[in-house]
């Protein structure tokens, strides 16, 4: 299985501030990437497939970018609603659709 | 709208196995549009995928766990053998939605189910 390395493991913003996770690929995987939002006591939401692609629904603050090994998640202005712990996902399942570690995003 | 709840045992005793299902409600389970998985999350810590099976029967697992692992479609069923205080985690099921040849991800979950390891 391909590993997925997530960075920072947690943050802390204040309100309107951009907020940036990165995943890091242990090979390249091309654009296949897909990232989660993880609230507490609720089931995983998809945010995004394919590096860059929102779900329907996904507030437009939410963006994803990269291709190869790394990628990058970001929250343009983090809102009070955003309070989750992130996963990113390789999306490939002949490879394993092995999970990053997580970035529990916190208000300052 | 489609809703899935996991259910089956809550407490497994060490060496036994473990024995979920997943009740699928406002869509049905054989649809070719869709697959289905099983993910946990064992406590204080991330998500893990355990495996993913398709319509045809297909199922893919995670590397470490396939020996121990079996996901039947019919039933959305995920039975994991000789378990251990390891295999202790919330253990959601969820719909994958392929996006293309290869590849996809989980656009449906349930609530998930505790299930604990322990004599």
């Known amino acids: 299985d391909i590993q997925m390395t997530q960075s920072p493991s947690s943050l802390s913003a204040s309100v309107g501030d951009k907020v940036t996770i990165t995943c890091q690929a242990s090979?390249?995987?091309?654009?296949?990437l897909n990232w989660y939002q993880h609230k507490v006591g609720k089931a995983p939401k998809l945010l995004i497939y394919?590096?860059?692609k929102l779900e329907t629904g996904v507030p437009s603050r939410f963006s994803g970018s990269g291709s190869g090994t790394d990628f990058t998640l970001i929250i343009s202005s983090l809102q009070p609603e955003d309070i989750a712990t992130y996963y990113c996902?390789?999306?490939?399942?002949?490879?394993?659709?092995?999970f990053g570690g997580g970035t529990k995003v916190e208000i300052k | 709208q489609l809703q899935l709840q996991e259910s089956g045992s809550g407490l497994v005793r060490p060496s036994q196995t473990l024995s979920l299902s997943c009740d699928v409600s406002?869509?049905?389970?054989?649809?070719?549009?869709?697959?289905w998985g099983w993910i946990r999350q064992p406590p204080g810590k991330g998500l893990e995928w355990i495996g993913t099976?398709?319509?045809s029967g297909t199922t893919y697992s995670k590397s470490s766990l396939s020996s121990r692992v079996s996901i039947s479609v019919d039933k959305l069923s995920l039975r994991v053998a000789s378990v251990t205080a390891a295999d202790t985690a919330l253990y959601y099921c969820?719909?994958?939605?392929?996006?293309?040849?290869?590849?996809?991800?989980?656009?449906?979950w349930g609530q998930g189910k505790m299930v604990t390891v322990s004599s």
């Open positions: 099976i398709f319509q």
């Open positions: 394919d590096a860059f």
């Open positions: 996902q390789h999306n490939e399942y002949q490879w394993g659709l092995t």
């Open positions: 406002g869509g049905s389970i054989n649809t070719r549009d869709y697959s």
């Open positions: 090979q390249d995987i091309n654009n296949y």
């Open positions: 969820a719909r994958f939605r392929a996006y293309s040849r290869g590849r996809g991800g989980f656009d449906v």
